[in-house]
Every structure is written in structure tokens, then in C-alpha cells.
């Protein structure tokens, strides 16, 4: 499984397989600066079928064909009401189409210019605001995070390193059973940062710090108020001026209320008291706040996948200790900080209740798959981001699946 996004009842990662809050969960190497190929999984081809070649297939009308045939049979099986998918690389073409429905009331068609909610996406923007001030030298990456915030249990020997990398042993305040029912029983009611951490903390540590990986939302809530504890500015200001702005990022938005940036898609989840699906388009995210709750689009995820991968907001020093990983679940795939490389692809996915994203990017190739949906119902427990970010791969990177595993071919050819 891969990190994915910020989910009520679960908080690791989903990796490329299952995803996560976030999407999936990675099983990578130690370090590296520019991520490895990983070995081909045991279903991919061995070598390259016609019009492909090692790192990624010509995007010509008949592989489009293919990709249509793929993503379709994936809304079939998941009935995700509408998924844009889109796919960029020199040389090799692009691909960008709309599938189903934005709006399953009035029937309006998915967009590729739609706003959605792009979950654990958020928190590869806070930890790039946590690593320019390591840049500056204002805060170090193994500082205890007791030197910024107070009460934390372990603050001492906790470290932002641990927390960025998911490493911390803190209890995921989203799998708190008293704050899933206040949130479901008012899911557009506020929540504070410190109230988050209340509901982690009455937790017991789940191992020492840095024992291993286990993803945890407390850990981005505590990195965003470490960065307006050193900047003396709200998280989401900082985020707009050093972050989104320098990326050239217009129609991304960290918001202050439930509004979202028209036009955007409505979203729909089985994340409710009732476990039927339901319109949680305004759904108050400040339940999320550092660790999932901005908005983006198709056009802006893929600028900054490239941007994100290739660390131009950064050093290049501190971009390669981002890269560095800790092993998730599947092999070649790892979690650094703020950030994983599955299957040779680097982002952070993204789901939240009504809306899932997978933006990444594949350095070998210098390519960019985004993949927007308008809902986050799970099929046979899978991320629906998951299951059509297989979909494309299997077609166009067959050496690098996303998470590892080819499915069957459309209709079984």
C-alpha cells in the first residue's frame, strides 16, 4: 500500500497498491538523489512490446485507444462518477480526457479546468515550506520538535526529520474513534490544530521515534505549526507566498472555510455516519488543515509534480534528504519526507472525503501522470486513485507500474 490521503477510518499509507490517505505506501532504498528504476514487477513484460520503449510508450492513437478502453473498464468495476486523467512527456505526446460526470445531479460533464480537493497532496507543500526554512538555517531537520511545540509527547527525542518522514510512532488523530464521530455527526463544523493533536495524544506512542514507518496526520499538523511557530504567519499564508507563488501555482488555494474556487467538481464519499454515499463537496477540511486540506487542479498538479520531484524550490542538498526513504510496503517503493518514490515514480497522492488525486512524476522519463476523481469510495478496499493509476501505467510504463503490480488487460485482451 502507498500513502494516500486523509481518510476517517485509516491512517497509513496506501501505497501504489492500496493508497493511502494519502495513496501508497513505498518499500524503497535507503538514499538517493534521483530514485532508481526499480526492477520490473513479476507480471511486467520483459522487454519492450512495439512502440514502446524502456522508460515510456509513444502516446500515439492507438495507445490512446488502449488508455480509454482501461480507464473505462476501471470506472465500470469502481462506478467512480468522473476521473480526469492526464499524461505529459517530451517526445512522446500527451494524453488528457475526461470521464463521467462532475455533477451526478444535474449530470454536467468532468473538466479538465475543475477544482477538486487534493488531501494528503497538502502535505508535500507544508514539509517544502518546513524544508526552505532548513535552507535558511532557521530550524535543522533534527531538531526535537518539543523545541517548537509544546506537549507533545516524546517532544524531546521526536524529530522533524521523523515527523516529515512518518517515522514519529505518534497515533494518527484521524483514527481517533471520538473525533470520527464528531466529525461525522458534524462534518462542517471547525477544528483546531491543538484540537487535532488532543485526540492523538491521549494516545500511547505506537514505537520510538524513528523505529519505522507508519503514517500519521498528527505528524504534518505538528510541521505546520513548527513553520508558523519559526515565520510568525498562518500556515496557509506562508504557503501562498513561498510556496504556491515562486511555483507559479495561480489556481492552487490553502482556504480558511468549506468554499472551494469555482468551477469544481462535487465530491461524493461513503466516509459517513450512515456509510451511505453522500455529497461532501462542502464538507469542512480544517479537519485536515496541514495534512490535507488544499485545493488544486489538473493544469497546477502538473507543474508541481515536476517541480516537487525535481526539488526547484530547494537546495539541491536538502532536495536529495528529502529523497532519501524509508521502505512502506512493496518493494521499490520508499517514503522520504513529505514525498514517496513508487515503482520509480515520485509525488504523494491524495484523498479526502469526496475527492482523490495522484499527481507524480517519472524522472527517467521526464514524464507527468495527474489523475483527478470526484469521489474516494474504496472498491474491494483499494483506493479508486490506485486502481486507474495501475491502468495507465500497465500501458504506458510497463516497467514502471504503479504500485507494482499489472492488471489484466481491458476485456481480457
Known amino acids: 500500500m502507498k500513502p494516500t490521503h ?13 493508497g493511502l490517505f494519502i495513496g501508497p505506501a513505498v518499500a524503497g532504498s535507503a538514499a538517493y538523489g534521483a530514485p532508481a528504476a526499480p526492477a520490473p514487477s513479476a507480471s511486467a513484460p520483459s522487454s519492450p512490446t512495439p512502440g514502446t ?25 469502481t462506478r467512480v462518477p468522473g476521473v480526469t486523467v492526464g499524461l505529459w512527456a517530451p517526445g512522446k505526446g500527451s494524453y488528457v480526457k475526461t470521464f463521467g460526470v462532475a455533477d451526478k445531479a444535474t449530470r454536467a460533464p468532468m473538466a479538465t479546468d475543475l477544482h477538486v480537493r487534493i488531501g494528503s497532496e497538502t502535505k508535500t507543500f507544508t514539509v517544502t515550506a518546513l524544508l526552505q526554512l532548513v535552507d535558511q538555517k532557521r530550524v535543522g531537520l533534527d531538531d526535537p520538535i518539543g523545541k517548537y ?5 516524546d517532544g524531546d527525542r521526536i524529530t522533524l526529520r ?7 510512532g505518534l497515533f494518527n488523530y484521524s483514527l481517533d474513534g471520538d473525533f470520527i464521530k464528531k466529525l461525522q455527526a458534524d462534518p462542517e463544523r471547525s477544528f483546531t490544530p491543538r484540537q487535532l493533536l488532543d485526540y492523538s495524544f491521549k494516545h500511547p506512542a505506537q514505537f520510538p521515534p524513528g523505529a ?13 505549526l513548527v513553520v ?4 510568525g504567519r498562518p500556515l496557509h499564508e506562508v504557503i501562498t507566498q513561498k510556496v504556491l507563488a515562486p511555483a507559479g501555482l495561480r489556481r492552487t488555494v490553502f482556504p480558511t472555510s468549506a468554499a472551494l474556487p469555482a468551477p469544481y467538481a462535487q465530491g461524493y464519499t461513503d466516509q459517513t455516519a450512515s456509510g451511505m454515499i453522500e455529497d461532501s463537496t462542502h464538507w469542512n477540511p ?10 488544486s487542479d489538473l493544469q497546477d498538479l502538473r507543474s508541481w509534480a515536476r517541480t516537487l520531484a525535481t526539488g526547484r524550490l530547494l537546495t539541491p542538498e536538502t532536495q536529495a534528504e528529502r529523497l532519501k526513504t524509508t521502505p512502506m510496503d512493496i518493494p521499490g517503493d520508499g517514503y522520504g519526507l513529505g514525498i514517496f518514490n513508487v515503482q520509480g515514480w515520485i509525488g504523494h497522492n491524495g484523498s479526502i472525503p469526496g475527492y482523490e488525486v495522484l499527481p507524480v512524476y517519472l524522472p527517467q522519463a521526464q514524464a507527468t501522470m495527474v489523475i483527478l476523481l470526484n469521489t474516494d469510495v474504496r472498491y474491494e478496499g483499494q483506493e479508486p486513485s490506485t486502481l486507474f493509476g495501475q491502468a495507465v501505467t500497465s500501458i504506458v510504463t510497463p ?15
Open 228 to 231: 508558523e511557530k519559526v515565520t
Open 212 to 224: 519505522r514507518f507508519d503514517y500519521s496526520n498528527t505528524n504534518l499538523i505538528l510541521l505546520g
Open 6 to 18: 486523509i481518510r476517517l477510518r485509516r491512517a497509513c499509507v496506501a501505497a501504489a497498491a492500496a
Open 53 to 77: 520503449d524502456e522508460e515510456f510508450r509513444r502516446l500515439t492513437p492507438a495507445v490512446a485507444a488502449q488508455l480509454d478502453a482501461a480507464v473505462r473498464q476501471v470506472m465500470r468495476e
Open 162 to 168: 521523523e515527523l516529515a518522514g512518518m517515522r514519529s
Open 286 to 295: 480544517s479537519w485536515a488543515w496541514a495534512a490535507g486540506e488544499m485545493v
Open 149 to 153: 511545540v509544546t506537549g507533545v509527547p
Open 399 to 413: 516497467d514502471h507500474v504503479y504500485p507494482g503490480k499489472k492488471p489484466p488487460a481491458p476485456g481480457g485482451g
